[in-house]
């Protein structure tokens, strides 16, 4: 028994030493596999390595500025230059017809005033909605459905029951607009830094083509044909426009930010293959940004200063421009001119003395005077790109606001109706002039992740200086002219001080992808 128990044990020790050396075995290989998987991890991150260091990397901006200028930047401009004459039309449509729905639906004052701050209302509620979606999704899809929006709701307008319908449509017409302006970004995307301040303000040259074009509209279909036919024809534009932007490409700095770089490296080669031109060598990679249309950026500590001042300047740009655009319609239709020359139609003064309404329409000569006060906002273009190249954007704004002041208070002055005519086309062409700087600059001064939400919160605070014009150029200027001009100047004035403390120069700056 006792052998027995010997055996038994030895057998025991023998199972056990073999079962240790086994586990031993099964930790070296082990370890031996795990020493290989480090070793060829290493292999791969330094080959990876050695792969990235032999290859080139490009940007967007350097992709732009190597295509450089060509038939594709011809064929945006003129596209995306046609927007502005759409635009020009719905905005200074409300100038022509005013003095008609006031005789046809006995309107007071304010009521005519309402009707262009109820567009504006509608542009400043948009204006924000659609630059979060441009950053969100897309500058063309924006652009695009305003397009159809405002064509859609303007022909709705020509068939206004009323007063009340009739200022629901606009406002409606105003909300479409607000998307089209997004088309600014989109063809600023495109431009090469040294391009845009020469290309640009010459965008002024289609909107004073709206302005030419609604007016003759006014002059040849109103007394014919009535105001109502005259909006259905000046729809027209818009809907050869919604054609044309099917050749516009979207945004490649959206689509990189966005994260679709073969869709923005496909955008890119169309544009050079236009052009004639090649990309950069290697590949395109820009960092995809997570948050875009953000708007807690565009009060962050690096741009804080920089959007509230920038609110304010367009916020005067805006609430300066349809001041002289209603202003110059609202002296010439109730004669509130001080002329020394005037003929007997300008002497008679339409001061409301319990009529209820004004039956005045324009005449001829005074669809004359609007028609030369329009090409005042293109005259002076060789100044304004002088100014943008050698003095830069801010000391551009400071100049041509102070000039504006100064010609507000000059349009009070008693001279002959030539006299008036040069002082309002000169006033034109300064306070255009001013909204092109301004639009460039907040173009250039954002980063491309904010870059339409900016834009739209800047046209938004536009809106709320052209809501308040019409009340203090078509009603306050019945009680007194001076008093009616001292509002604008003083606004120039305050802005040119702002406009100083701006802490961002942008000229030859290139565009920011992200903060």
Not at 29 to 45: G, L
């Given at each position: 028994?006792?052998?027995?128990?010997?055996?038994?044990?030895?057998?025991?020790?023998?199972?056990?030493?073999?079962?240790?050396?086994?586990?031993?075995?099964?930790?070296?290989?082990?370890?031996?596999?795990?020493?290989?998987?480090?070793?060829?991890?290493?292999?791969?991150?330094?080959?990876?390595?050695?792969?990235?260091?032999?290859?080139k990397f490009y940007s967007v901006e350097e992709a732009v500025e190597s295509i450089g200028f060509g038939r594709f930047h011809v064929l945006l401009f003129i596209i995306m230059g046609s927007?502005?004459?759409?635009?020009?039309?719905?905005?200074?449509?409300?100038?022509?017809?005013?003095?008609?729905?006031?005789?046809?639906?006995?309107?007071?004052?304010?009521?005519?005033?309402?009707?262009?701050?109820?567009?504006?209302?509608?542009?400043?509620?948009?204006?924000?909605?659609?630059?979060?979606?441009?950053?969100?999704?897309?500058?063309?899809?924006?652009?695009?459905?305003?397009?159809?929006?405002?064509?859609?709701?303007?022909?709705?307008?020509?068939?206004?029951?009323?007063?009340?319908?009739?200022?629901?449509?606009?406002?409606?017409?105003?909300?479409?607009?607000?998307?089209?302006?997004?088309?600014?970004?989109?063809?600023?995307?495109?431009?090469?830094?040294?391009?845009?301040?020469?290309?640009?303000?010459?965008?002024?040259?289609?909107?004073?083509?709206?302005?030419?074009?609604?007016?003759?509209?006014?002059?040849?279909?109103?007394?014919?044909?009535?105001?109502?036919?005259?909006?259905?024809?000046?729809?027209?534009?818009?809907?050869?426009?919604?054609?044309?932007?099917?050749?516009?490409?979207?945004?490649?700095?959206?689509?990189?930010?966005?994260?679709?770089?073969?869709?923005?490296?496909?955008?890119?080669?169309?544009?050079?293959?236009?052009?004639?031109?090649?990309?950069?060598?290697?590949?395109?990679?820009?960092?995809?940004?997570?948050?875009?249309?953000?708007?807690?950026?565009?009060?962050?500590?690096?741009?804080?200063?920089?959007?509230?001042?920038?609110?304010?300047?367009?916020?005067?740009?805006?609430?300066?421009?349809?001041?002289?655009?209603?202003?110059?319609?609202?002296?010439?239709?109730?004669?509130?001119?001080?002329?020394?020359?005037?003929?007997e139609k300008h002497s008679i003064k339409h001061i409301k003395e319990g009529e209820l309404c004004y039956c005045i329409p324009f005449n001829m000569a005074d669809y004359q005077t609007l028609?030369?006060?329009?090409?005042?906002?293109?005259?002076?273009?060789?100044?304004?790109?002088?100014?943008?190249?050698?003095?830069?954007?801010?000391?551009?704004?400071?100049?041509?606001?102070?000039?504006?002041?100064?010609?507000?208070?000059?349009?009070?002055?008693?001279?002959?109706?030539?006299?008036?005519?040069?002082?309002?086309?000169?006033?034109?062409?300064?306070?255009?002039?001013?909204?092109n700087v301004v639009y460039i600059y907040t173009a250039e001064v954002y980063p491309t992740s904010v870059r339409s939400i900016g834009m739209g919160f800047c046209t938004s605070f536009s809106?709320?200086?052209?809501?308040?014009?019409?009340?203090?150029?078509?009603?306050?200027?019945?009680?007194?002219?001076?008093?009616?001009?001292?509002?604008?100047?003083?606004?120039?004035?305050?802005?040119?001080?702002?406009?100083?403390?701006?802490?961002?120069?942008?000229?030859?700056?290139?565009?920011?992808?992200?903060?």
């Amino acid at each position: 028994m006792t052998g027995g128990r010997k055996g038994s044990s030895m057998k025991t020790q023998l199972v056990n030493a073999i079962q240790l050396q086994e586990l031993e075995e099964e930790e070296v290989e082990v370890e031996v596999q795990q020493e290989e998987e480090e070793r060829s991890r290493r292999d791969a991150v330094q080959n990876k390595a050695s792969g990235t260091q032999g290859q080139k990397f490009y940007s967007v901006e350097e992709a732009v500025e190597s295509i450089g200028f060509g038939r594709f930047h011809v064929l945006l401009f003129i596209i995306m230059g046609s927007a502005n004459i759409v635009e020009a039309m719905e905005i200074m449509l409300l100038a022509v017809v005013s003095p008609e729905i006031r005789c046809e639906w006995r309107l007071e004052d304010w009521q005519v005033a309402l009707v262009s701050t109820m567009v504006f209302l509608g542009f400043m509620v948009c204006g924000v909605l659609c630059g979060y979606v441009a950053d969100k999704y897309g500058r063309w899809k924006v652009v695009f459905g305003g397009f159809v929006w405002a064509a859609y709701f303007s022909v709705l307008t020509s068939f206004a029951p009323s007063y009340g319908w009739f200022i629901f449509l606009r406002s409606m017409v105003g909300c479409g607009v607000a998307a089209t302006s997004q088309g600014f970004v989109l063809k600023t995307e495109f431009i090469p830094a040294k391009h845009r301040a020469f290309l640009l303000p010459l965008a002024s040259i289609f909107w004073m083509l709206g302005s030419l074009l609604i007016i003759i509209l006014g002059m040849t279909v109103v007394p014919t044909l009535g105001w109502r036919w005259m909006i259905r024809l000046s729809v027209i534009p818009g809907l050869i426009l919604i054609g044309l932007f099917q050749f516009i490409p979207e945004s490649a700095r959206f689509q990189v930010s966005a994260g679709n770089v073969e869709g923005a490296v496909a955008t890119l080669k169309w544009i050079a293959k236009m052009n004639g031109a090649t990309l950069p060598e290697g590949e395109l990679r820009e960092p995809v940004v997570t948050e875009r249309g953000n708007a807690v950026t565009l009060i962050s500590p690096s741009f804080r200063r920089t959007s509230l001042l920038l609110w304010y300047s367009w916020f005067v740009a805006s609430f300066s421009y349809y001041g002289s655009v209603l202003s110059s319609s609202e002296l010439l239709e109730k004669n509130l001119l001080c002329v020394i020359d005037a003929d007997e139609k300008h002497s008679i003064k339409h001061i409301k003395e319990g009529e209820l309404c004004y039956c005045i329409p324009f005449n001829m000569a005074d669809y004359q005077t609007l028609l030369i006060s329009c090409l005042g906002e293109v005259a002076l273009i060789p100044l304004n790109i002088g100014l943008l190249n050698v003095v830069g954007r801010k000391s551009s704004m400071i100049i041509l606001l102070l000039l504006s002041a100064i010609f507000f208070m000059l349009v009070n002055i008693c001279t002959t109706m030539f006299g008036f005519t040069v002082l309002l086309f000169l006033l034109r062409s300064l306070v255009s002039m001013n909204f092109n700087v301004v639009y460039i600059y907040t173009a250039e001064v954002y980063p491309t992740s904010v870059r339409s939400i900016g834009m739209g919160f800047c046209t938004s605070f536009s809106r709320i200086g052209g809501m308040i014009a019409p009340f203090i150029a078509q009603v306050l200027m019945s009680k007194s002219v001076l008093l009616a001009l001292c509002p604008f100047s003083v606004a120039c004035c305050l802005c040119a001080v702002g406009t100083v403390l701006l802490p961002i120069e942008t000229r030859g700056r290139a565009l920011l992808q992200k903060e």
